[in-house]
């Protein structure tokens, strides 16, 4: 069955401390993974995407790698900051004829001051 | 370039009744999703529009339906509106169907009493 896990469901952390998210799947054959942050009551917005090929990609403070023969992919953030705060999903895409998207639950993130 | 616009933002219906919600995509994009979160709940797949055709649709009853104009603009409707309807509707558009980035709306809370 095609399925992405993430844990924790939600973490606080104060700020200035480093985190790290988790995300495994069992989503085959794969195509990409990307993680998203969602600001409550707001859309996701994109933060990496990585295919097969890529163990670890950087977008500013935030840092995701892929195990892609283990499935399994984690979101690091360093020195994080208030505006943290969110939820971050990770997305994983099938390569099938529809290359149909499986979506994780997503991890409820707190920053506190 | 402007983003995905959605609306309305909030709207507030009770049992019974319908819904229509918009989404105007990106310019240029031509691939339009539509997705609903619950509290708690990842994002559950609707159904997705290409040159006004649908290309996938999610496993949600016949009550959610939609369409997508010559302009790509979409709009999605819910019949006889159930309390459980009540959740955040986001829209994501992308240049092209199934492989591109979706970039997401800021999304119609729905709140059925």
């Known amino acids: 069955k095609n399925q992405v896990e993430q844990s924790p469901q939600s973490l606080i952390i104060l700020e200035g401390k480093n985190c790290t998210l988790q995300c495994n799947y069992t989503v085959s054959p794969f195509s990409n993974l990307r993680w998203y942050k969602q600001d409550t009551g707001r859309g996701p917005v994109s933060l990496t995407i990585?295919?097969?090929s890529e163990n670890t990609k950087s977008n500013g403070r935030y840092t995701a790698t892929l195990d892609a023969d283990t499935k399994q992919s984690s979101l690091h953030i360093t020195a994080s900051q208030l505006s943290d705060s969110a939820s971050y999903i990770c997305v994983v895409r099938r390569m099938d004829s529809n290359y149909q998207l499986i979506w994780g639950a997503g991890t409820k993130l707190i920053i506190k001051p | 370039k402007a983003g995905v616009t959605q609306t309305p933002r909030y709207l507030i219906k009770t049992r019974g009744q319908q819904v229509t919600l918009s989404c105007s995509p990106i310019s240029g994009h031509r691939s339009v999703s539509w997705y609903q979160q619950t509290p708690g709940q990842g994002l559950q797949f609707l159904f997705e529009y290409f040159s006004e055709t649908q290309r996938n649709k999610g496993n949600f009853p016949g009550r959610f339906s939609g369409r997508q104009f010559s302009n790509s603009r979409s709009e999605m409707n819910v019949s006889t509106l159930e309390l459980g309807d009540s959740a955040l509707y986001l829209c994501?558009?992308?240049?092209?169907?199934?492989?591109?980035?979706?970039?997401f709306g800021e999304g119609s809370r729905l709140t059925v009493l």
């Open positions: 990585m295919t097969f």
């Open positions: 994501a558009s992308s240049p092209e169907p199934q492989r591109g980035e979706l970039f």
